[in-house]
């Protein structure tokens, strides 16, 4: 057998050639079926959506006594309220809310009289102290985008949406060969000359690390038929080959002959020292791995060469844990009791590390699903402002975050969409996302805390949307308005409109339960506006202050039964099947400033708003138009 000059090939080049040459022969993950309970630090292989509400009722935040708020109206210190029995029932905490109560009174806050009569000196208003339905997870929530890892508070957030399985990326299995004639199986008495095989141990060990699972084969002598044999085995039977031993070019090296005849040789020969060696191949679509016979060798090259093909097969890198400088985007309070642990999603913008908070809710448990980083406030501290520079464990790799498009402002289902494709396109690319109200989204991008934000804001007096406040707070420039999509506002009440809904103007009629949007958000905007316009006192609504962050949290009160109307987009109440009454078409837009314009997270974001992916999958929710998305409004 004639033997060839190794290749000297750059490792760099090397890692990006093996994955481009493997792609082109078909190499690429698959798929399985899990029980959701087994999927702890699995990776999804398409986004997962809750099946159900969570909570799936509204429940007592507290132990006391639920009430309907309208019998509590007029009670003050000075004017206490008696209420007989008849008029409350006594709940724990988790209890649900009984029929005809929409309030909570804590237990510290009520005197019981010996007539078992109850005395209350505040009023109670209306869904205080009570969980929302969907107040963690709403029904047809992305929980999980695609190729994310699933972490122990995911498994609990999926069980509490109702899903019990998921489709999860399979893990490769990687076959191991060792080679050699000198090679033995592990044994306390090896005679002299004879070699223990223990490379196989480590690289086994080493590939179940990063989320492989490892298939050793029985030690193959060096006879070239029989290495050949065992390869073709293995590569029928693996996703990955390691083949160990016999990557050199000495007389009875023959793992390269025996790659090449079964398949195609990329590289033999990388500029590497210790692993100069490595053989870069495949059979098929399956790669194979040449790998030195010495151990700190074949570490370093199963290390370089083979950690990148799994990552790419799993769709992750390895986390990395460090502490970080991060300024808050929003202000944290805290009691002198507790050392406090405070979840907060995070982000590079500007070159600077924002950290924004999440629901601190004791029940809220996909808010560590979702967060980057804990930001922990010592016992002796009450919190910190907002702009303030605090210290923040990392609980993302510093790589992603500087690769996560951070987006503050109006809430959208879309944003979620968004998110999964651009991560699908790019693996590299993340989407943080905090739903605060289209004025709260320009207060972020004015303040540097944010590289895009969502804005649907009416100017009542030309009627056109965004373009006012774009020129109002952002007069000298800075920022770029890119159109996303119109969007159908309207009002959502239940299936079959049970109440007669027709107008706005009905949400005041006697016996209808509004459920409102945040202050400052587009659609709470829209309401107030129609409240001036229709001449409506926004007290004659009964439940116009109950506010929710999300078009989803106030459809899913809606078909829960806990409300009766609420303002919001047609695609949210098409998810949960509610009747829908138009009013007007929004353009929603987002809002991005200048500095952040070229990096990579906004160029991936107006591909992906381009892109017919976008545009199928966004008329496919309804109620949405698309025109030019991505494109820039030019604003004179």
């Known amino acids: 057998?004639?033997?060839?000059?190794?290749?000297?090939?750059?490792?760099?080049?090397?890692?990006?050639?093996?994955?481009?040459?493997?792609?082109?022969?078909?190499?690429?993950?698959?798929?399985?079926?899990?029980?959701?309970?087994?999927?702890?630090?699995?990776?999804?292989?398409?986004?997962?959506?809750?099946?159900?509400?969570?909570?799936?009722?509204?429940?007592?935040?507290m132990d006391g006594v639920a009430v309907n708020a309208k019998d509590t109206f007029g009670a003050t210190e000075t004017t206490p309220k008696?209420?007989?029995q008849d008029k409350y029932i006594v709940v724990d905490t988790g209890d649900p809310i009984p029929d005809g109560c929409d309030a909570v009174i804590m237990v510290e806050d009520i005197v019981k009289t010996e007539d078992g009569c109850i005395t209350i000196h505040e009023s109670a208003s209306p869904w205080q102290h009570?969980?929302?339905?969907?107040?963690?997870?709403?029904?047809?929530?992305?929980?999980?985008?695609?190729?994310m890892p699933v972490s122990p508070s995911a498994i609990g957030a999926m069980i509490a949406g109702g899903v019990l399985e998921i489709s999860v990326i399979r893990k490769p299995v990687v076959g191991i060969i060792p080679t050699g004639d000198e090679i033995i199986p592990p044994c306390t008495d090896p005679k002299e000359g004879d070699i223990l095989e223990f490379n196989a141990s480590i690289f086994s060990s080493m590939v179940k690390n990063w989320g492989a699972d490892a298939k050793i084969y029985p030690i193959v002598p060096d006879k070239f038929d029989e290495i050949r044999d065992m390869v073709k085995k293995a590569s029928e039977e693996c996703d990955m080959v390691i083949l160990n031993a016999g990557s050199s070019?000495?007389?009875?090296?023959?793992?390269?002959?025996?790659?090449?005849?079964?398949?195609?040789?990329?590289?033999?020969?990388?500029?590497?020292?210790?692993?100069?060696?490595?053989?870069?191949?495949?059979?098929?679509s399956v790669p194979v791995l040449g790998v030195p016979g010495y151990p700190v060798s074949g570490i370093i090259v199963v290390e370089e060469l083979l950690k990148p093909i799994i990552e790419k097969w799993?769709?992750?890198?390895?986390?990395?844990?460090?502490?970080?400088?991060?300024?808050?985007?929003?202000?944290?309070?805290?009691?002198?009791?507790?050392?406090?642990?405070?979840?907060?999603?995070?982000?590079?913008?500007?070159?600077?590390?924002?950290?924004?908070?999440?629901s601190r809710g004791s029940g809220v448990v996909s808010s560590f699903m979702k967060a980057d980083g804990i930001l922990e406030i010592s016992q002796e501290t009450e919190g910190y402002e907002a702009g303030k520079e605090v210290t923040v464990r990392l609980l993302s790799k510093k790589e992603k975050l500087e690769n996560t498009l951070v987006v503050i402002g109006s809430h959208d289902p879309l944003l979620d969409e968004l998110a999964d494709m651009m991560h699908i396109d790019n693996n590299d690319i993340y989407m943080s996302s905090s739903?605060?109200?289209?004025?709260?989204?320009?207060?972020?991008?004015?303040?540097?805390?944010?590289?895009?934000?969502?804005?649907?804001?009416?100017?009542?007096?030309?009627?056109?949307?965004?373009?006012?406040?774009?020129?109002?707070?952002?007069?000298?420039?800075?920022?770029?308005?890119?159109?996303?999509?119109?969007?159908?506002?309207?009002?959502?009440?239940?299936?079959?409109?049970?109440?007669?809904?027709?107008?706005?103007?009905?949400?005041?009629?006697?016996?209808?339960?509004?459920?409102?949007?945040q202050k400052g958000?587009?659609?709470?905007?829209?309401?107030?506006?129609?409240?001036?316009?229709?001449?409506?006192?926004?007290?004659?609504?009964?439940?116009?202050?109950?506010?929710?962050?999300?078009?989803?949290?106030?459809?899913?009160?809606?078909?829960?039964?806990?409300?009766?109307?609420?303002?919001?987009?047609?695609?949210?109440?098409?998810?949960?099947?509610?009747?829908?009454?138009?009013?007007?078409?929004?353009?929603?837009?987002?809002?991005?400033?200048?500095?952040?314009?070229?990096?990579?997270?906004v160029k991936q974001l107006i591909e992906t708003l381009k892109s017919d992916t976008f545009k199928e999958k966004i008329l496919s929710m309804g109620g949405y138009t698309i025109e030019n998305a991505g494109e820039e409004i030019i604003i004179k």
Not at 130 to 147: H, V, Y
Request: include cysteine; aromatic fraction near 10%; glycine fraction near 10%.
């Open 1 to 61: 057998m004639s033997f060839e000059y190794l290749t000297n090939v750059p490792l760099y080049k090397a890692k990006e050639d093996y994955i481009e040459f493997l792609t082109k022969k078909g190499f690429t993950h698959e798929a399985e079926t899990i029980p959701v309970f087994e999927a702890a630090g699995r990776i999804t292989a398409e986004a997962i959506y809750a099946h159900i509400c969570a909570p799936h009722y509204a429940a007592s935040a």
């Open 82 to 84: 008696v209420l007989p």
């Open 130 to 147: 009570i969980r929302q339905i969907g107040e963690d997870i709403c029904a047809g929530e992305m929980i999980l985008p695609s190729f």
């Open 249 to 284: 070019a000495g007389r009875e090296d023959y793992s390269v002959s025996v790659i090449r005849q079964l398949g195609e040789v990329l590289y033999h020969g990388i500029a590497m020292k210790p692993g100069k060696p490595a053989i870069l191949g495949c059979v098929g």
């Open 314 to 358: 799993l769709k992750v890198s390895a986390d990395e844990r460090i502490y970080e400088k991060a300024t808050l985007t929003r202000p944290v309070v805290s009691g002198l009791k507790y050392e406090e642990f405070v979840r907060v999603r995070m982000g590079y913008v500007g070159g600077k590390l924002m950290a924004s908070p999440l």
């Open 435 to 517: 739903h605060v109200g289209s004025m709260g989204g320009i207060m972020a991008i004015r303040r540097g805390e944010a590289h895009a934000a969502g804005c649907h804001l009416l100017d009542t007096v030309t009627g056109e949307y965004n373009i006012s406040f774009m020129k109002k707070y952002f007069p000298a420039g800075g920022a770029k308005l890119i159109r996303c999509v119109g969007r159908q506002q309207g009002l959502m009440v239940a299936k079959d409109n049970p109440l007669g809904i027709t107008k706005f103007a009905d949400i005041k009629n006697e016996g209808v339960r509004y459920v409102n949007r």
């Open 521 to 601: 958000s587009g659609t709470r905007i829209l309401a107030d506006y129609l409240c001036e316009k229709e001449g409506i006192e926004q007290s004659e609504i009964y439940g116009y202050d109950r506010e929710e962050l999300t078009h989803t949290s106030v459809a899913a009160q809606i078909a829960s039964g806990s409300a009766d109307a609420g303002m919001g987009i047609y695609s949210a109440a098409k998810l949960y099947d509610l009747d829908f009454i138009p009013i007007c078409i929004e353009e929603y837009d987002l809002i991005i400033p200048d500095h952040a314009w070229d990096s990579p997270m």
